[in-house]
């Protein structure tokens, strides 16, 4: 889904050229980082439930641990993420979001859902409630 109005390639696809126009954003990815944005906005969602460990944060994200490393350290240092040390372990480190990371996250899932809002707008709302079953009934299954 294009993020600030644009629309990808010369047919609207979004994929096309780079994917969705997140450079801009300040989440956005460096040139040469491809699947870096998704990954980063999947580890803020994660996080956003509350602390987690390196290992827990590539769980929940699907990447694996050195993956899992780097994408903390970037969100560190972008000043997304802290490591603290674990209250139940001190030997272990979890990772929370900072006060600028949740409202990252916050300003994400805003866009998201409003994107979702307008694409719901072309569906009537027959179509609507059916579209509502079926994501349920796909979610009940999903593993």
Same mark, same amino acid.
């Given at each position: 889904?294009?993020?600030?109005?644009?629309?990808?390639?010369?047919?609207?696809?979004?994929?096309?050229?780079?994917?969705?126009?997140?450079?801009?954003?300040?989440?956005?990815?460096?040139?040469?980082?491809?699947?870096? !944005?998704?990954?980063?906005?999947?580890?803020?969602?994660?996080?956003?439930?509350?602390?987690?460990?390196?290992?827990?944060?590539?769980?929940?994200?699907? !990447?694996?641990?050195?993956?899992?490393?780097?994408?903390?350290?970037?969100?560190?240092?972008?000043?997304?993420?802290?490591?603290?040390?674990?209250?139940?372990?001190?030997?272990?480190?979890?990772? !929370?979001?900072?006060?600028?990371?949740?409202?990252?996250?916050?300003?994400?899932?805003?866009?998201?859902?409003?994107?979702?809002?307008?694409?719901?707008?072309?569906?009537?709302?027959?179509?609507?409630?059916?579209?509502?079953?079926?994501?349920?009934?796909?979610?009940?299954?999903?593993?």
């Amino acid at each position: 889904m294009p993020m600030h109005g644009g629309h990808g390639g010369p047919h609207g696809d979004p994929h096309a050229h780079g994917g969705p126009h997140w450079r801009g954003m300040p989440w956005g990815g460096d040139p040469g980082a491809r699947g870096e !944005v998704p990954a980063r906005l999947r580890m803020l969602d994660a996080l956003a439930g509350g602390p987690l460990s390196v290992s827990a944060v590539g769980e929940a994200i699907g !990447v694996d641990q050195p993956r899992a490393s780097r994408l903390v350290q970037q969100g560190v240092e972008r000043g997304w993420l802290l490591r603290e040390a674990d209250p139940d372990d001190a030997r272990r480190t979890r990772i !929370v979001l900072t006060d600028d990371g949740r409202r990252m996250i916050r300003g994400f899932r805003g866009e998201r859902r409003e994107a979702l809002r307008g694409a719901l707008a072309a569906l009537t709302p027959e179509e609507q409630h059916e579209f509502a079953r079926l994501l349920a009934k796909v979610a009940d299954n999903w593993r």
